[in-house]
């Protein structure tokens, strides 16, 4: 049997670019009167900017400090030992790089192996353990805790979560085991299972406290001293924790069983990391945590041995630093500054997007329409919105009033824009109504002015060619809802020029929106991949195949939702109109379905009804529909519809509408909510073989979104 040593070594040895951290012992005595207390300090030398994490080495060094304190305690030189971190961080878990780098089941293994080995020591040490959750805490971090005697945390947390099923991993340092354990099954089911599939919802401190992973909870200014304090009653018997009995019976079973609902209906089985993590769940029952631990080690290394986690980490590290350094964008020292944002209509989208430059940018923001009725229909919608903000308690009523008297809305574009920096359009889809707002635009506006459009897939290119100063012509594609979805396709059209597109993606950061340069192509980028694969359905469900099959056929990508209810939410209206537009750019790849044109023409607002409460075809809409004598299997509908997207992008690569792959599939996560798991969409296109089955090639070297060869 290897030691925890050596497996440790072994795995720093594979692991040389790890930032490691530190766990510093002092000493010093308790108030009251408890006596004499070793506090383990978790720091990796950096500051806030740089998270602890814990990687092999990190390990290590944890494990030898423990040697120290475990000396100590059983010499009864301490009465206990307390673990935190450097200022702001706790430790946001395991060294995700490392992690892409193994290649061997077995390194994996001692991977879980090792870290069990290290925090499980922890519990056994001969005077209680304390964990102070002082800051952000992730993983690995909360875990580390959770094999502590007790816990104390921060009002002032700010993230606190076990996010390993969001990338294709389990909690498998303790976290799938203890926690049920500590807090019962339903709870642990929330956190592990539910707020990781909900795009990695984070606790804050007084959460933690309420869920009853935290003991205490006490005000950030002086967290450490109070939590030492409550430490040294604990030590006394002056404050006995009481924990609430855990229901093992029926509730476990029950929590266990939603949560396999919960994953069923998010990943719809198509990603084996949440039903791991139900499994060990299922088999803490009982309470026996050496059993838990040694499946955590297993499927730790099963997964870490997948394709969905390195998908995971792959979509994971685009969000993360290649969205926040876009592919191709221009100087950014080359941006003007923006004081004043002009808005052209104040329809839902408009209205939509002045709230939003409102709220990032804090400058005057004016809306302009056709009549005054519209003009303070959006305006009113964003004090409505900002009233909302206010009774959430997200904004104060000084800050409520600053921003209200920040909107204004006027019928005079020469009024509204002649001291604008950045004016937007957000009118109707059409090429000639987008060229007569900015031939009336550039006719009043300031010569430094940005203009841009919110078009979805039209020529930014045509839409400037009218105009005496093309180069100041942007795209500025948002998605709805534009509060929640991050992507901003930032079309460059022929003209451009630098100046306007590094002051385009300036705002897009002011904006804290994930920017990605496209080639002015029809549709850019989102909406053109959407309409091939929903046209494909479109075309299969036309030629004779039941719509439930077509529907169901995608299931195993586990997509935030069907292709038909996608299509209610866009608006079938707006999908005919996208794929007439990309019919007369690309007719022998992009058809014009004519049920979606009878659907429309009937006007229906998608294929469903709810009636029972889930979505029924529309008795309507199916007296509407004519189909053909075809009739295709799930997996044959599959096949095409990967073809068809597979060939897409293809195409979309070699005209250059974006970068590199991984822009195609940082716009997928980000615009569309597709799937981490599947790395957006050329890593699962890759591994299913659709990829060379259609193109001759892999869309990303092999090690990139993989298992490295």
Same mark, same amino acid.
């Given at each position: 049997?290897?030691?925890?040593?050596?497996?440790?070594?072994?795995?720093?040895?594979?692991?040389?670019?790890?930032?490691?951290?530190?766990?510093?012992?002092?000493?010093?005595?308790?108030?009251?009167?408890?006596?004499?207390?070793?506090?383990?300090?978790?720091?990796?030398?950096?500051?806030?900017?740089?998270?602890?994490?814990?990687?092999?080495?990190?390990?290590?060094?944890?494990?030898?400090?423990?040697?120290?304190?475990?000396?100590?305690?059983?010499?009864?030189?301490?009465?206990?030992?307390?673990?935190?971190?450097?200022?702001?961080?706790?430790?946001?878990?395991?060294?995700?790089?490392?992690?892409?780098?193994?290649?061997?089941?077995?390194?994996?293994?001692?991977?879980?192996?090792?870290?069990?080995?290290?925090?499980?020591?922890?519990?056994?040490?001969?005077?209680?353990?304390?964990?102070?959750?002082?800051?952000?805490?992730?993983?690995?971090?909360?875990?580390?805790?959770?094999?502590?005697?007790?816990?104390?945390?921060?009002?002032?947390?700010?993230?606190?979560?076990?996010?390993?099923?969001?990338?294709?991993?389990?909690?498998?340092?303790?976290?799938?085991?203890?926690?049920?354990?500590?807090?019962?099954?339903?709870?642990?089911?929330?956190?592990?299972?539910?707020?990781?599939?909900?795009?990695?919802?984070?606790?804050?401190?007084?959460?933690?406290?309420?869920?009853?992973?935290?003991?205490?909870?006490?005000?950030?200014?002086?967290?450490?001293?109070?939590?030492?304090?409550?430490?040294?009653?604990?030590?006394?018997?002056?404050?006995?924790?009481?924990?609430?009995?855990?229901?093992?019976?029926?509730?476990?079973?029950?929590?266990?069983?939603?949560?396999?609902?919960?994953?069923?209906?998010?990943?719809?089985?198509?990603?084996?990391?949440?039903?791991?993590?139900?499994?060990?769940?299922?088999?803490?029952?009982?309470?026996?945590?050496?059993?838990?631990?040694?499946?955590?080690?297993?499927?730790?290394?099963?997964?870490?041995?997948?394709?969905?986690?390195?998908?995971?980490?792959?979509?994971?590290?685009?969000?993360?630093?290649?969205?926040?350094?876009?592919?191709?964008?221009?100087?950014?020292?080359?941006?003007?500054?923006?004081?004043?944002?002009?808005?052209?209509?104040?329809?839902?989208?408009?209205?939509?997007?002045?709230?939003?430059?409102?709220?990032?940018?804090?400058?005057?923001?004016?809306?302009?329409?056709?009549?005054?009725?519209?003009?303070?229909?959006?305006?009113?919608?964003?004090?409505?919105?900002?009233?909302?903000?206010?009774?959430?308690?997200?904004?104060?009523?000084?800050?409520?009033?600053?921003?209200?008297?920040?909107?204004?809305?006027?019928?005079?574009?020469?009024?509204?824009?002649?001291?604008?920096?950045?004016?937007? =359009?957000?009118?109707? @889809?059409?090429? #000639?109504?987008?060229?007569?707002?900015?031939?009336?635009? *550039?006719? %009043?506006? !300031? /010569?430094?002015?940005?203009?841009?459009?919110?078009?979805?897939?039209?020529?930014?290119?045509?839409?400037?060619?009218?105009?005496?100063?093309?180069?100041?012509?942007?795209?500025?594609?948002?998605?709805?809802?534009?509060?929640?979805?991050?992507?901003?396709?930032?079309?460059?059209?022929?003209?451009?020029?630098?100046?306007?597109?590094?002051?385009?993606?300036?705002?897009?950061?002011?904006?804290?929106?994930?920017?990605?340069?496209?080639?002015?192509?029809?549709?850019?980028?989102?909406?053109?991949?959407?309409?091939?694969?929903?046209?494909?359905?479109?075309?299969?469900?036309?030629?004779?195949?039941?719509?439930?099959?077509? =529907?169901?056929?995608? @299931?195993?990508? #586990?997509?935030?939702?069907?292709?038909?209810?996608?299509? *209610?939410? %866009?608006? !079938? /209206?707006?999908?005919?109109?996208?794929?007439?537009?990309?019919?007369?750019?690309?007719?022998?790849?992009?058809?014009?379905?004519?049920?979606?044109?009878?659907?429309?023409?009937?006007?229906?607002?998608?294929?469903?009804?709810?009636?029972?409460?889930?979505?029924?075809?529309?008795?309507?809409?199916?007296?509407?529909?004519?189909?053909?004598?075809?009739?295709?299997?799930?997996?044959?509908?599959?096949?095409?519809?990967?073809?068809?997207?597979?060939?897409?992008?293809?195409?979309?690569?070699?005209?250059?509408?974006?970068?590199?792959?991984?822009?195609?599939?940082?716009?997928?996560?980000?615009?569309?909510?597709?799937?981490?798991?599947?790395?957006?969409?050329?890593?699962?296109?890759?591994?299913?073989?659709?990829?060379?089955?259609?193109?001759?090639?892999?869309?990303?070297?092999?090690?990139?979104?993989?298992?490295?060869?």
């Amino acid at each position: 049997m290897s030691t925890t040593a050596e497996l440790l070594k072994g795995a720093a040895e594979l692991f040389p670019g790890e930032v490691v951290t530190q766990a510093h012992v002092r000493h010093f005595d308790l108030p009251l009167g408890a006596g004499r207390f070793a506090l383990i300090t978790l720091d990796n030398g950096h500051d806030h900017t740089k998270p602890t994490t814990l990687g092999p080495q990190s390990l290590a060094n944890i494990d030898a400090a423990i040697d120290q304190v475990e000396k100590e305690a059983a010499d009864g030189e301490i009465v206990g030992v307390g673990v935190t971190g450097k200022p702001f961080i706790f430790a946001v878990g395991a060294d995700l790089k490392g992690v892409e780098l193994l290649k061997r089941h077995e390194d994996a293994l001692a991977i879980g192996k090792g870290g069990h080995d290290v925090f499980k020591r922890l519990s056994k040490l001969a005077v209680p353990t304390f964990a102070y959750y002082n800051g952000a805490a992730m993983g690995g971090g909360v875990e580390i805790g959770l094999h502590c005697s007790y816990r104390t945390v921060s009002a002032a947390l700010p993230a606190f979560s076990l996010p390993e099923v969001f990338l294709g991993l389990v909690p498998g340092w303790g976290g799938c085991t203890l926690l049920p354990n500590l807090i019962g099954a339903e709870k642990a089911v929330s956190v592990i299972i539910e707020n990781s599939l909900n795009q990695n919802r984070q606790l804050k401190g007084k959460q933690v406290y309420e869920l009853g992973i935290a003991d205490a909870l006490f005000e950030g200014a002086d967290f450490l001293e109070q939590s030492l304090i409550w430490t040294a009653s604990v030590l006394k018997g002056e404050i006995t924790v009481e924990r609430p009995a855990i229901d093992r019976g029926e509730a476990w079973d029950q929590a266990v069983a939603k949560g396999r609902f919960v994953a069923d209906s998010k990943v719809h089985g198509a990603a084996p990391a949440a039903y791991r993590a139900l499994d060990i769940i299922a088999a803490s029952k009982d309470g026996d945590l050496q059993k838990g631990y040694d499946a955590e080690d297993l499927a730790l290394a099963d997964l870490i041995m997948g394709g969905e986690l390195r998908a995971g980490i792959y979509a994971f590290n685009l969000v993360q630093k290649r969205g926040k350094r876009p592919a191709g964008a221009p100087d950014k020292n080359l941006a003007r500054p923006v004081t004043k944002v002009g808005v052209v209509g104040a329809g839902l989208m408009a209205s939509q997007l002045a709230l939003l430059f409102l709220r990032r940018l804090e400058v005057p923001v004016v809306l302009t329409d056709i009549d005054q009725e519209r003009v303070d229909k959006g305006v009113g919608y964003v004090h409505a919105e900002i009233d909302k903000l206010l009774g959430k308690g997200r904004i104060n009523q000084d800050k409520a009033n600053r921003l209200k008297a920040l909107v204004t809305g006027v019928l005079d574009k020469a009024e509204g824009f002649a001291d604008a920096d950045f004016i937007i =359009e957000a009118v109707f @889809e059409e090429m #000639g109504v987008k060229q007569k707002v900015f031939a009336e635009v *550039e006719a %009043v506006a !300031p /010569a430094h002015a940005i203009l841009a459009t919110n078009t979805s897939s039209l020529s930014v290119t045509e839409m400037a060619s009218k105009l005496k100063h093309p180069e100041r012509v942007v795209g500025f594609h948002f998605f709805n809802p534009v509060a929640v979805l991050p992507l901003l396709e930032i079309v460059r059209g022929e003209q451009t020029d630098d100046a306007s597109l590094a002051t385009a993606f300036g705002v897009a950061k002011k904006l804290k929106k994930t920017a990605v340069l496209v080639k002015d192509a029809p549709a850019f980028v989102v909406n053109r991949i959407l309409t091939r694969f929903m046209g494909e359905i479109q075309n299969v469900i036309d030629e004779g195949t039941p719509v439930e099959v077509a =529907e169901k056929a995608v @299931e195993p990508l #586990g997509l935030p939702m069907s292709p038909l209810v996608l299509l *209610e939410l %866009v608006g !079938p /209206a707006i999908g005919l109109h996208v794929s007439e537009t990309l019919n007369r750019a690309f007719p022998d790849r992009f058809t014009v379905s004519p049920n979606l044109a009878a659907v429309v023409k009937a006007g229906k607002r998608g294929f469903y009804v709810y009636d029972s409460g889930k979505p029924e075809l529309d008795p309507e809409v199916a007296a509407l529909l004519k189909q053909g004598d075809s009739v295709l299997t799930e997996e044959q509908v599959r096949d095409r519809v990967l073809d068809a997207v597979a060939q897409e992008i293809g195409l979309m690569l070699d005209e250059g509408v974006v970068a590199e792959a991984q822009d195609i599939d940082l716009c997928l996560i980000t615009g569309a909510g597709w799937p981490f798991h599947l790395g957006g969409i050329t890593p699962y296109l890759d591994r299913e073989g659709v990829s060379e089955r259609v193109n001759g090639r892999r869309f990303l070297e092999a090690g990139v979104a993989s298992v490295p060869a």
